[in-house]
């Protein structure tokens, strides 16, 4: 069974500053990692993913995450946050070794940008 | 080049209605999910679908849920005798033959009065 942990449900940040959302999970076979963003009233958005190779990803809009093995984690970061990221942020993952399509998702941290 | 269509968008139904939500891939898309999210929760897998055929059903209730995938037309995921419990968002995904990621519709609201 796989289980993803977001610690922070919640993440007040201001306008321009840095921000990290905590991803970790617990697998016994390999897997595929993702981000996710969710905006008010809206379907969840593919942010960035890990399949396989370079452990560092990054997306269209700034936002990076690094898988880390050793720590089973994939956190998400952005140097500089706007407004607009303000929204509900899912970690997920899949199992690469049997094909089990299925994604499992943390509960989510709510990024609230403030100017 | 349109994405997940799900409708209705909201649905409002009394206890013990039936409710039915669709789900149209993206095109080119063979693999079906449904999810739903309970409010202030994470989104919980129910089932995977391919064309006429449930591949993994280990999410779902043991009683009044059922989904399927026709050779044509939409996935749809019923829920007779709905309670009040029901009320959730319920987000379809959909994914290519042989890849891993899957791209969500923008849900459906069920509302159980």
């Known amino acids: 069974a796989q289980s993803v942990t977001q610690l922070d449900s919640q993440v007040p940040v201001f306008e321009e500053a840095p921000v990290e959302l905590r991803c970790n999970y617990s697998?016994?076979?390999?897997?595929?990692l993702f981000w996710y963003v969710q905006y008010p009233n809206q379907g969840l958005q593919l942010l960035l993913k890990?399949?396989?190779?370079?452990?560092l990803v990054e997306s269209i809009n700034g936002f990076e995450a690094e898988f880390n093995k050793s720590q089973t984690s994939f956190h998400l970061r952005k140097p500089s946050v706007h407004i607009s990221d303000t929204a509900e942020y899912f970690c997920?993952?899949?199992?690469?070794?049997?094909?089990?399509?299925?994604?499992?998702f943390g509960s989510g941290t709510r990024l609230q940008v403030q100017p | 080049n349109a994405g997940v269509m799900q409708n209705p968008r909201h649905l409002v139904r009394r206890r013990g209605q039936e409710a039915r939500l669709r789900c149209s891939p993206m095109?080119?898309?063979?693999?079906v999910y449904w999810y739903r999210q309970l409010p202030e929760e994470g989104l919980k897998f129910m089932v995977y679908?391919?064309?006429?055929?449930?591949?993994?059903e280990s999410g779902m209730p043991k009683e009044r849920f059922s989904a399927e995938f026709p050779k044509e037309g939409p996935s749809i995921l019923r829920i007779q005798q709905v309670v009040r419990g029901d009320s959730a968002a319920y987000f379809c995904?959909?994914?290519?033959?042989?890849?891993?990621?899957?791209?969500f519709g923008q849900g459906t609201r069920l509302t159980v009065v």
């Open positions: 995904a959909s994914s290519r033959q042989g890849t891993p990621e899957a791209f």
């Open positions: 697998s016994s076979v390999s897997v595929y």
């Open positions: 890990y399949l396989s190779g370079s452990t």
């Open positions: 997920a993952v899949s199992d690469a070794d049997t094909g089990r399509r299925a994604l499992t």
């Open positions: 095109k080119g898309h063979s693999h």
């Open positions: 679908l391919q064309k006429e055929n449930i591949i993994d």
